[in-house]
């Protein structure tokens, strides 16, 4: 009776034994990305939506100038629509001053059409419209006063308008962005911990110490000469 006792009275070694576990070795994997994704959940909550609108202008040639020249003209006024001289003749539309106004509108051409695209963006959707229509009104101000000597001129293609929807990524595209990065950094971190490389060199030494102990080829042949003679 006092044996079924003492097996029925539980085991408290056991069972702190059993609470003072080390955690898994993989467990930097779902940490991380958690938290990457609490992280890019909270900035797609806490971030200020961002509103992008963007309009067209196009190079046009002359009837004496080839296509490929407007072509080539496309690009280079790709690049001055940010400079200084055209963000001072946008800035009064704009209503912003050009310092900010150079950091809320970018362009971009194709190398297969005179096409220009000005983008300007903002955290408010009719001040984006404004900042890209601005920068194309001055652009095509500043470049048509030497279209007689290039022979190429731009035309306002498309209007920008206000959009309805935000450019900038919501909370569960940020959240599932985050979660992403949160597990690739935490696989990095498996392969390359330090504790995992010691465990790999303790693997391997008792492979290095079993194979040193063997005797070698021409050892083993000398010892079976020597049994032979006898």
């Not at 196009?58 to 407007?70: C, D, F, K, L, Y």
């Not at 539309?93 to 983008?119: F, W």
């Not at 935490?186 to 465990?199: F, H, I, N, S």
Request: hydrophobic content about 40%.
């Amino acid at each position: 009776m006092a044996d079924t006792a003492d097996q029925k009275k539980p085991d408290h070694r056991s069972e702190r034994k059993r609470r003072l576990l080390p955690p898994p070795a993989w467990w930097p994997l779902p940490a991380c990305a958690l938290l990457g994704l609490a992280a890019g959940g909270a900035y797609g909550v806490l971030k200020a939506p961002e509103y992008a609108a963007t309009g067209y202008v196009v190079a046009v040639p002359n009837e004496t100038t080839e296509p490929a020249t407007a072509l080539g003209f496309a690009q280079a006024y790709g690049r001055i629509a940010t400079s200084s001289s055209t963000l001072a003749y946008a800035q009064p539309r704009a209503g912003i001053d050009a310092r900010r106004l150079r950091t809320q509108v970018r362009t971009e051409t194709s190398p297969d059409s005179p096409m220009i695209a000005i983008t300007g963006t903002s955290k408010s959707p009719s001040e984006a419209a404004d900042i890209a229509n601005a920068v194309a009104d001055a652009l095509t101000l500043t470049s048509n006063q030497a279209a007689k000597n290039t022979g190429v001129q731009l035309l306002l293609f498309n209007q920008a308008v206000a959009p309805s929807e935000p450019a900038s990524p919501s909370a569960p595209v940020s959240g599932a962005v985050g979660l992403c990065a949160g597990g690739l950094l935490g696989g990095l971190w498996l392969l390359a911990r330090p504790g995992r490389r010691r465990q790999e060199a303790d693997d391997a030494l008792p492979v290095v110490e079993e194979y040193a102990s063997l005797p070698a080829q021409g050892e083993h042949s000398e010892t079976k000469e020597k049994e032979s003679v006898r």
